[in-house]
């Protein structure tokens, strides 16, 4: 037997018609209306997050890629849109009053990634190309060189990489701020390193091959991190980036890997998206996560039990990061999601 | 057994069906009657007595509707001559509260399907005072500027009178005052009892938990009508 659909709520709306001179009226209470636009990367992007948000808040309604759900306890009426692009990332970090969550990879600071699932290799990541470059690829944080470990990530999915040359000089403007460049090269700071023999092949031409003794820049001990040209081959996204964002969004949260230590930097303090009263909000993940995170975050939101319409998000979403963490604790994520003020 | 608050009803005898979301207004602009005629038909003096307000009848109430008046009138046969209807102009008057205080000075946007949408701003007590087509059922009113604002899907006529446990219900809701998922279903269950202990609670009423005659004035006086 199929289980019952819960039926949706009636909304207030039920209204008395006036005769010229009638100095009755009719009086709605207005519900706030929050609106979270959901971007998800490119190995997130099939993932049905609206129907996992569902299974934890049945009353939600969805409709294709967006879903309301309507919390008469906090006088709230919440809706999602799903997004995939990268053009609809950017225009929702720009709306003013919303909600942006993204769920994919961090990419170590370079930034989102949109394009179809499945992708493996180069296109998990740096998206599927489209002839304008304008809804797929890496969304661009800001720092021109990265640092990326070479077993975790390079190894591992066998992509084709940019390593900056030696000859690069190094400075706290292109350098994303993990990059320990203060630190010596005894104790694991940057220093001059060799590709790998292995993964030489998967080096990207920069006009010259890759001659033996050609160094470029590294740092770690036990794992050895490259410092990569963050959009990896060429830029696809150009003028695209957060550089060319105007952040007027009311919340951010950044469900990605790490996105703690990999963009907070960025987007806190390249970018300079500042909390100010009851304006900018922004929401990190501190260690490697995964996307069922994202249901449980929305849904924790949807369940703060007093009324806060109109007034201040921060009592709410910081009743579902404590309820999001206490799950995350209990079965063993491995991660908290943080507030950064 | 459900408690059972209403007036006996349907009332009236008369041949003319009140559907839902008609009122004495929209049912005179079909019979191009001016609505007063309608109203203080002696035939229609029970219904009057009981609610007294033509905006809001029930469905299944029955009005009698009076004939049509005739009137005789002498022109020439060798020009053409103009002879308009006056109908009553029909209005909505609705009041915007947002978080506790009035919704005023904003802007919004009426849309009833077949009619030119109509656009304003809320007075300084939250107030949209516009004339709409007699016979519109529904229209969606857009508030604020952007996108993300929010809309309210109004159904015209559809408020039921504060005297039935159904217009208790629906005036409740929408004083935001949440009446259970399923809404104005005319039954005294829980839900509607604790959403009448919140509203008599915030007037300062007897916290009775029953729609009672202290109550449903309140409503009435709190929601405009």
């Given at each position: 037997m199929a289980p019952k659909k819960p039926k949706k709520r009636p909304m207030p709306g039920k209204v008395a018609r006036s005769t010229f001179g009638d100095p009755k009226f009719n009086t709605i209470v207005l519900y706030e209306h929050r609106h979270t636009v959901m971007a998800l990367g490119i190995q997130f992007s099939d993932e049905p997050l609206l129907k996992w948000i569902k299974k934890l808040v049945p009353d939600m309604t969805i409709s294709g890629d967006s879903a309301e759900y309507i919390s008469h306890d906090q006088h709230v009426r919440y809706t999602i849109q799903i997004v995939r692009t990268k053009q609809e990332f950017k225009n929702a970090l720009e709306t003013p009053g919303i909600h942006v969550v993204y769920s994919g990879h961090a990419r170590y600071g370079r930034g989102p990634c949109f394009g179809?699932?499945?992708?493996?290799g180069d296109n998990w990541e740096?998206?599927?190309?489209?002839?304008?470059?304008?809804?797929?690829?890496i969304f661009r944080m800001g720092f021109p060189l990265i640092g990326i470990p070479i077993s975790a990530d390079i190894k591992h999915h066998g992509y084709h990489f940019l390593p900056a040359l030696s000859s690069v000089e190094l400075n706290d403007d292109n350098c994303h701020p993990e990059i320990p460049l203060g630190r010596s090269a005894k104790r694991g700071g940057v220093r001059t390193v060799s590709i790998p023999e292995k993964l030489k092949e998967k080096v990207l031409d920069q006009g010259q091959p890759v001659l033996d003794g050609e160094s470029y820049w590294g740092f770690g001990s036990r794992d050895m991190n490259l410092l990569l040209v963050a959009d990896w081959n060429k830029s696809i996204s150009t003028p695209m980036d957060l550089g060319a964002t105007n952040i007027q969004c009311k919340c951010s949260t950044f469900l990605g890997c790490s996105t703690l230590k990999h963009w907070q930097p960025i987007v806190r303090g390249r970018k300079g998206f500042k909390q100010s009263d009851a304006e900018g909000f922004a929401y990190f993940v501190d260690r490697v996560s995964d996307s069922t995170v994202d249901p449980i975050w929305m849904a924790n939101w949807f369940k703060f039990p007093d009324r806060n319409d109109f007034e201040s998000w921060e009592p709410s979403l910081e009743f579902s990061r404590t309820r999001c963490n206490k799950t995350l604790t209990a079965v063993g994520a491995g991660f908290l999601i943080k507030k950064d003020l | 057994m459900p408690e059972n608050f209403d007036k006996t009803h349907p009332m009236g005898s008369g041949d003319r069906v009140v559907e839902q979301g008609e009122c004495v207004s929209s049912i005179a602009a079909d019979a191009h009657l001016p609505w007063k005629r309608i109203w203080n038909d002696p035939a229609n003096s029970d219904l009057k007595a009981e609610?007294?307000?033509?905006?809001n009848p029930l469905p299944r109430d029955r009005l009698t509707i009076p004939d049509v008046a005739t009137a005789d009138f002498s022109k020439p046969t060798d020009a053409s001559h103009t002879f308009t209807t006056v109908i009553d102009p029909v209005k909505l008057r609705l009041r915007l509260i947002a978080g506790d205080v009035a919704f005023s000075d904003q802007p919004f946007t009426l849309t009833i399907a077949g009619a030119d949408a109509i656009t304003g701003t809320t007075d300084s007590n939250g107030l949209i005072d516009v004339k709409i087509p007699p016979d519109a059922m529904t229209g969606t009113l857009q508030v604020g500027t952007t996108p993300h604002d929010d809309f309210i899907v109004l159904q015209f006529g559809?408020?039921?009178?504060?005297?039935v446990l159904t217009g208790v219900q629906q005036r409740l809701m929408n004083l935001g005052i949440d009446c259970g998922p399923a809404g104005d279903d005319g039954i005294y269950g829980h839900r509607t009892q604790h959403a009448l202990l919140a509203f008599q609670n915030k007037m300062t009423?007897?916290?009775?938990g029953k729609p009672d005659d202290d109550t449903r004035d309140a409503l009435k006086r709190e929601h405009g009508c």
């Open positions: 179809l699932n499945p992708a493996n740096m998206g599927t190309d489209d002839p304008g470059f304008i809804n797929t690829g | 609610f007294k307000d033509p905006n559809s408020l039921n009178p504060v005297e009423l007897e916290p009775t």
